[in-house]
């Protein structure tokens, strides 16, 4: 039995979410689906991130147990081949037997692309949230910086069915900045691990603080003892990317 690794991107505007739902299409579900047919069997593909419905991948990491002995690269094709356009598979390696895609990793980096424009082409607006309003955006780079280091991020996570088993909400944020890039405004975070839509209420949270109905002080008071969910609005998903995983 192998255990193969693999660096995928995808464009999930037509997905409910990495996770598997029945009779409904996710990225998992779908890969699933294809290498099952490759391998003769079910198999079961685990994933770096459970990215939400309609959220996107530049470099997701999963991973899978295969027996068939197809060459890495042959394998690679094969999948490309199989898959639908939104989904393409960049690299495909051998993994040791005991590496997990989520458990392994060191860190994650999402980025957000937010619109500034009245208008918003029509190739972008898939990829990127459209917010044209008034926004002092200095007010929100500079806020983008209290995210850093470890807290508990209660008020920015959504309410997730793995609630039930007491886990900490406790994350290390190694770096969260925002930056113009032409017509878009660009929010990047890197951490230890990231909370259901936490990502989106954070930048939710900041254009609060750009639209000047929340300051500085009152993100300070969210991150020492928020209310579930109590931060700024969910941004929607189109925006978001899962830029990076890194492991050792």
């Not at 983008?144 to 900490?168: I, N, P, Q, V, W």
């Not at 190694?174 to 032409?182: H, L, M, P, T």
């Not at 993100?219 to 609005?233: D, E, I, M, T």
Request: hydrophobic content about 35%; charged content about 25%; proline content about 6%.
């Amino acid at each position: 039995m192998r255990r193969i690794r693999i660096k995928l991107a995808y464009d999930g505007t037509d997905y409910h979410g990495w996770q598997i739902q029945p009779s409904l299409p996710t990225i998992q579900g779908t890969l699933q689906q294809v290498l099952s047919c490759i391998e003769g069997k079910p198999v079961h593909v685990t994933g770096a991130g459970r990215t939400d419905a309609g959220v996107h991948a530049l470099a997701q990491v999963a991973a899978f147990d295969l027996e068939n002995r197809i060459p890495t690269e042959n394998l690679r094709r094969a999948m490309n081949r199989l898959l639908p356009p939104a989904i393409r598979v960049l690299e495909v390696e051998e993994a040791p037997r005991d590496f997990h895609p989520r458990r392994d990793a060191l860190s994650k980096t999402y980025e957000y692309r937010i619109w500034r424009t009245e208008i918003c082409p029509p190739f972008e607006r898939l990829y990127v949230y459209h917010f044209p309003y008034p926004l002092d955006e200095e007010r929100l780079i500079a806020t983008a910086r209290l995210f850093e280091g470890e807290h508990d991020f209660t008020a920015f996570a959504a309410t997730d069915e793995k609630d039930r088993l007491g886990g900490s909400k406790v994350r290390r944020i190694f770096s969260s900045y925002a930056f113009r890039e032409g017509d878009r405004l660009i929010y990047r975070v890197t951490g230890n691990g990231f909370l259901k839509h936490m990502v989106r209420n954070i930048v939710g949270t900041l254009l609060e603080v750009g639209r000047g109905r929340l300051g500085e002080e009152d993100v300070r008071q969210l991150l020492r003892c928020g209310r579930p969910a109590s931060g700024g609005p969910t941004a929607p998903p189109s925006g978001l990317f899962l830029v990076e995983v890194r492991y050792r």
